[in-house]
């Protein structure tokens, strides 16, 4: 699986920013997706996650109320639409990829279980 992120950038706090990811080599149908994000010196993060048909979506605590999380079945892409930022969310922000998958959404918020990544997109946040 390939997974291309983009969409990242420079706003001010309060503005809004979308993230895209399309994937390539496996069914996207098959493919349950999320965004983590890794800022210098800290552990990559989990931000949203999406079940494979987009019933579902899990999303960080630190995202909730901000970030929404979507997927284009027509298009093979998942979107991360994130508003009113804050500094604390500069960071690069990395699309992953989990084939197959067949446990819940909140069992995957660690980096561990998720088996593809792309190469990430910076997002900077000033205040």
């Known amino acids: 699986v390939q997974l291309q992120a983009s969409g990242g950038g420079l706003v001010q706090t309060g503005g809004s920013l979308r993230l895209s990811c399309a994937a390539s080599?496996?069914?996207?149908?098959?493919?349950?997706m999320a965004w983590f994000r890794q800022a210098p010196g800290k552990e990559r993060e989990f931000v949203a996650a999406?079940?494979?048909?987009?019933?579902?979506?899990q999303l960080a605590d630190s995202a909730r109320g901000r970030f929404s999380i979507s997927r284009d079945s027509a298009r093979d892409t998942v979107t991360l639409q994130m508003t009113n930022l804050k500094p604390e969310d500069t960071a690069v922000y990395l699309c992953?990829?989990?084939?197959?998958?067949?446990?819940?959404?909140?069992?995957?918020?660690?980096?561990?279980?998720?088996?593809?990544w792309g190469q990430g997109t910076q997002v900077t946040v000033s205040s």
């Open positions: 992953a990829a989990r084939w197959r998958s067949s446990q819940a959404l909140s069992e995957l918020t660690t980096s561990r279980p998720w088996s593809y």
């Open positions: 999406i079940s494979r048909r987009g019933g579902s979506t």
């Open positions: 080599g496996r069914v996207f149908a098959d493919l349950t």
